[in-house]
């Protein structure tokens, strides 16, 4: 069975927030999105995943525009949706 960004349901692992162990395949409209690949080579955790809110613990501040990845991912999430038509840079 896949949800509706195409993950096997059953990869729940995968999905677990890596510093605050916070499932965000539960919460996932909040914590599904993509940063740039320099940033998250940086900040990241690789193949494992972060929540938003340890993502910008890790990187020292909010996420900017700049920072997220011209993808589909980052319009369902509503969080980033709203980064990236505000004028925050
Ligand atoms: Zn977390």
Redesign the pocket.
């Known amino acids: 069975m896949k949800d509706k960004y195409g993950r096997t349901v059953t990869d729940k692992k995968h999905w677990t ?6 499932d ?1 395949f539960l919460s996932s409209d909040i ?1 599904y999105y993509m940063v740039t690949h320099e940033l998250w080579k940086k900040y990241g955790v690789g193949e494992d995943m ?6 910008e ?1 890790r990187l020292g501040r909010k996420l900017t525009k700049n920072d997220l990845l011209d993808c589909a991912l980052n319009e369902i999430n509503d969080y980033t949706r709203k980064i990236r038509k505000s004028k925050r840079n």
């Open positions: 927030c890596k510093d605050c162990k916070k965000t914590d972060l929540c938003i809110s340890c993502f613990d």
